[in-house]
């Protein structure tokens, strides 16, 4: 059963809080590693929004603000294990290791998701709710059928629990006990319509008991609980004892999107009282308090995330070469007549206007 209430180390000013949950607190050795990723991934994010603006991205879903939830699920992962993320978890992408400009290679427009699945050990990002939870516990399932100790983590938002997808996927991952972590990143919104209209559940979280499966709920935007109960939850699952739902509280920061007006259905002081449990800074002040962040360390982390950021404009601002038959070459081993035929006709074409 999940917890009364989320699981909480440290208040919005990133003070330490008594707290009767059973999980063991990260290192602070951790906890700065996390912070710098955290740094990276607000940095990261902060540029891709830029790029949506100078056309280099047709479109930009916003991760401020759900830092700690990507952060720490990409953190708490075995290098054996797999990702399955939605569209709105680059954040955790990058700290998994995807290259940055491979990364944000689908909202460019190219032919594939950008980077290759098997090198990083992620599936490519999912747009439609929910889809992704079935092959994440498919692929569970199956490593552990060939005896692989391997964890999938699934991905998804709150507006995903209320698709039948997320259902199917817990009923058989508990009864075939799958190695798979669903975490729910429960942001409050499913682009415009707000939890009270997706469930009366006491929880997300809650909705695993249904199903017999290990559930907790967790402050999403506190770094330490965060790291904790998905550390908790990969050796709960590593051990044979089967799937676990984390549902994270947090909050998306901007709008859905970028072509989201967020105006229109959430108010201003809604947002603003949830940047002031913003996680970032809350990490930064439990850090600098405890004297392991020091403005040394601050100074030569966002340096390195300036760098990063650079380095993504410029490889996102270099123009690809395009090949029309790459529409061809992967869709099947063998293709078949029809695709042939289309893909003559484009041959054809192309020959026809380089004549031209």
């Given at each position: 059963?999940?917890?009364?209430?989320?699981?909480?180390?440290?208040?919005?000013?990133?003070?330490?809080?008594?707290?009767?949950?059973?999980?063991?607190?990260?290192?602070?050795?951790?906890?700065?590693?996390?912070?710098?990723?955290?740094?990276?991934?607000?940095?990261?994010?902060?540029?891709?929004?830029?790029?949506t603006k100078q056309g280099?991205?047709?479109?930009?879903?916003?991760?401020?603000?759900?830092?700690?939830?990507?952060?720490?699920?990409?953190?708490?992962?075995?290098?054996?294990?797999?990702?399955?993320?939605?569209?709105?978890?680059?954040?955790?992408?990058?700290?998994?290791?995807?290259?940055?400009?491979?990364?944000?290679?689908?909202?460019?427009?190219?032919?594939?998701?950008?980077?290759?699945?098997?090198?990083?050990?992620?599936?490519?990002?999912?747009?439609?709710?929910?889809?992704?939870?079935?092959?994440?516990?498919?692929?569970?399932?199956?490593?552990?059928?060939?005896?692989?100790?391997?964890?999938?983590?699934?991905?998804?938002?709150?507006?995903?629990?209320?698709?039948?997808?997320?259902?199917?996927?817990?009923?058989?991952?508990?009864?075939?006990?799958?190695?798979?972590?669903?975490?729910?990143?429960?942001?409050?919104?499913?682009?415009?319509?707000?939890?009270?209209?997706?469930?009366?559940?006491?929880?997300?979280?809650?909705?695993?008991?249904?199903?017999?499966?290990?559930?907790?709920?967790?402050d999403g935007n506190d770094?330490?609980?965060?790291?904790?109960?998905?550390?908790?939850?990969?050796?709960?699952?590593?051990?044979?004892?089967?799937?676990?739902?984390?549902?994270?509280?947090?909050?998306?920061?901007?709008?859905?999107?970028?072509?989201?007006?967020?105006?229109?259905?959430?108010?201003?002081?809604?947002?603003?009282?949830?940047?002031?449990?913003?996680?970032?800074?809350?990490?930064?002040?439990?850090?600098?308090?405890?004297?392991?962040?020091?403005?040394?360390?601050?100074?030569?982390?966002?340096?390195?995330?300036?760098?990063?950021?650079?380095?993504?404009?410029?490889?996102?601002?270099?123009?690809?070469?395009?090949?029309?038959?790459?529409?061809?070459?992967?869709?099947?081993?063998?293709?078949?007549?029809?695709?042939?035929?289309?893909?003559?006709?484009?041959?054809?074409?192309?020959?026809?206007?380089?004549?031209?």
């Open positions: 059963m999940p917890a009364d209430h989320p699981v909480q180390y440290l208040a919005p000013d990133g003070t330490s809080v008594d707290s009767a949950a059973r999980y063991a607190r990260p290192s602070n050795a951790r906890l700065l590693d996390m912070y710098r990723s955290m740094v990276h991934g607000r940095r990261f994010d902060q540029q891709a929004t830029a790029l280099r991205l047709a479109v930009y879903p916003s991760s401020r603000g759900q830092d700690a939830c990507q952060i720490a699920a990409a953190m708490c992962l075995g290098e054996q294990d797999w990702m399955f993320p939605t569209y709105r978890d680059s954040m955790s992408l990058a700290a998994r290791g995807v290259d940055q400009v491979e990364l944000l290679g689908m909202l460019a427009g190219y032919w594939h998701c950008g980077y290759d699945p098997t090198q990083y050990r992620v599936a490519p990002q999912c747009t439609p709710l929910a889809t992704q939870l079935l092959h994440a516990t498919g692929f569970a399932y199956a490593e552990a059928k060939q005896g692989r100790d391997t964890v999938a983590l699934a991905f998804c938002g709150d507006g995903a629990t209320s698709e039948g997808d997320f259902h199917e996927a817990l009923n058989f991952a508990a009864v075939f006990r799958a190695p798979v972590i669903f975490l729910v990143q429960n942001n409050g919104f499913a682009i415009s319509v707000p939890l009270a209209r997706q469930s009366a559940a006491p929880s997300l979280a809650h909705k695993g008991v249904g199903y017999g499966v290990g559930s907790e709920q967790v770094p330490v609980a965060m790291m904790a109960v998905m550390d908790a939850a990969v050796e709960h699952v590593r051990s044979g004892k089967g799937p676990v739902v984390v549902e994270a509280h947090t909050y998306r920061m901007d709008a859905h999107t970028n072509a989201d007006d967020a105006t229109r259905y959430r108010k201003a002081d809604e947002v603003e009282g949830w940047l002031a449990r913003d996680p970032l800074t809350r990490l930064d002040a439990y850090l600098g308090a405890a004297g392991i962040l020091t403005d040394e360390v601050r100074e030569e982390i966002t340096v390195s995330a300036d760098a990063d950021a650079a380095a993504l404009r410029a490889g996102m601002n270099t123009d690809r070469d395009v090949d029309p038959h790459d529409l061809f070459e992967f869709v099947y081993a063998v293709p078949t007549p029809s695709l042939i035929e289309q893909r003559d006709q484009v041959t054809a074409e192309t020959a026809a206007a380089q004549e031209n």
